[in-house]
C-alpha cells in the first residue's frame, strides 16, 4: 500500500477536478504494480505505469509516447563486441594511479548490498576517455552514442554481480578491465525486448531465476581488455569473485545520441507536452523514498 500525506499543498491542487483525476490515476495505477526488489528497475517501473497512466488518461498519446522510445532499444542481431589493448599505457597507468590514491573516504562501498567492491561514480579523471570512446563505442553499436555516466568498480572478496538489466541511460556498456588477478567471467544473455510488467514485478534478483528464453555466453576480461554489450538488452551477472581475488573495472555508459529526454523521467511531461506525466512521476518518486528509500543513489553495473 502506497502511504503517502496529504500536504496543505497537495489538498489544494485536489481541489482542482484535472489534477485530481492524474493524481488518483497515478496513485491506482503505482498501487498495481506494487514493488519490486531488482535495483534498476525504476526505468521500466515509470516506463510501464506511464502507457498504463495514458491509457487512461490520455489514449490518444500512447502510441506517440510508446514509439519515441524505440531508439532505446536494441536491435536483435546485436553481438557483444570485444577488443584488446584498449586503453594506451598513459590512460591505463593514470586509472591505476588513481586507484592506489584513493583513501576510505573517498570510495563508497556497496558491500552492504551484497556487491562486494567499492566504487567511485562520475570521477572527473575519466571525463575526457568517456567523451574520446564515443566514436568506438558508435562504430561498434551501429548508431551515433552520448556519454551517460561512469563506474571505476573495486571488485574485492566477496565480490558479485546479481543478475540484471541496466536501465537504457546504460544502453551500451563498454566494460574494460583495468587490473585482475583471477578469471572472473561475466555471463552476458542474447538480446532481449524489455521485460514485461509481470517479469519484473516478480523479480526476487536471484541468479537461479534466469530468464529461460535467454541463452547466455561467458566473457572473461583480462589486463586491458574490454567488450561492449547493452546492459539494458542483455540480461547479464557475475558469481562470486574466487577467494582472494580482486577485478578492477572500468565501466562507460552511453545512450543514443539526442536521447537525453528520453533515458529521464522527470523530463517526459516536458518533453511529450504531458504535463499530466509530471503528476505520475512525482508521485513515483514520493512513494520510492517512502517505501523503498534512497538505497541505491547510484547504481551499480
Known sequence: MIQTGMEPQLGSQLADPSFRKSYL????VLEKLG?????????????????MFLQAVRPDEVERFVSAFEPLRTRADFQVCRFSNVLDDEAVQQA?????????????????????RSFLHNHPQFAALHESMAAIVSQAAGETVEPSYTYLSLYNRD????????????????????????????????VGDWPDVSEFASWNGEQGQLPSHR????????????ILFSGSAQWHYRETIPADGHCH??????????????????????????????????????WRMEAVGPRYPDRPT
Open 35 to 51: 514493488r519490486t526488489r531488482w535495483y534498476d528497475a525504476h526505468f521500466l517501473y515509470q516506463f510501464e505505469a506511464a502507457k
Open 215 to 226: 541463452e547466455f555466453a561467458e566473457q572473461v576480461l583480462r589486463y586491458n581488455e574490454a
Open 249 to 286: 573495472l572500468l565501466f562507460l555508459h552511453y545512450h543514443p545520441a539526442g536521447c537525453g529526454p528520453l533515458v529521464r523521467p522527470r523530463e517526459w511531461a516536458g518533453h511529450f507536452e504531458l504535463p499530466e506525466l509530471a503528476v505520475l512521476i512525482d508521485l513515483y518518486d514520493q
Open 159 to 190: 565480490g558479485v554481480c546479481p543478475l540484471h538489466l541496466d536501465a537504457p541511460d546504460a544502453k551500451w556498456t563498454l566494460d574494460i578491465c583495468i587490473d585482475t588477478d583471477v578469471d572472473w567471467p561475466i555471463h552476458i544473455s542474447r
Open 25 to 28: 490515476t497515478a496513485f491506482a
Open 96 to 116: 591505476t594511479d588513481l586507484i592506489r590514491g584513493l583513501t576510505t573516504e573517498q570510495l563508497k562501498s556497496f558491500a552492504m548490498e551484497g556487491f562486494g
